[in-house]
Structure formats: C-alpha cells, structure tokens
C-alpha cells in the first residue's frame, strides 16, 4: 500500500495520504520499520499543499 500512495503522489495527494495511513498501520501491527508508509502520507501532504499553493496563485494572476 505505502509504495501504491508513493505513485499516487501525483494524480492524487489525498489517496497517497489515506493509504500511507493504512500501510503505517498494517506495518505497526507487523512489528516492521513504517518509514515508507511515512514517505507516503508525508510525500501526499507536501503534495496537496504544494497543488493548493499553485491553484490559489494561478486564480489571483487571471
């Protein structure tokens, strides 16, 4: 899952958050490093506030 919202870092920064989440918990339950489930909901937060910050600023230059 976590290398699934990596890939969807680009189409969809919300889906990468969300199954960042879900790898993050699935590899707690594991007892295994979660630092590529991290990557993934870090990467689609950086994402969407990155996509918000260019829409705001393409509105205000029409």
Do not use: H, Y
Not at 29 to 52: C, K
Request: hydrophobic content about 50%; some cysteine; proline content about 3%.
């Amino acid at each position: 899952m976590s290398i699934i919202g990596i890939v969807c870092w680009f189409c969809c920064p919300p889906a990468s958050i969300i199954l960042g989440f879900l790898a993050q918990g699935k590899f707690r339950e594991q007892g295994q490093s979660d630092t590529l489930a991290r990557v993934a909901w870090i990467g689609g937060i950086v994402l969407l506030v990155i996509s918000i910050i260019s829409t705001i600023v393409r509105l205000q230059n029409q």
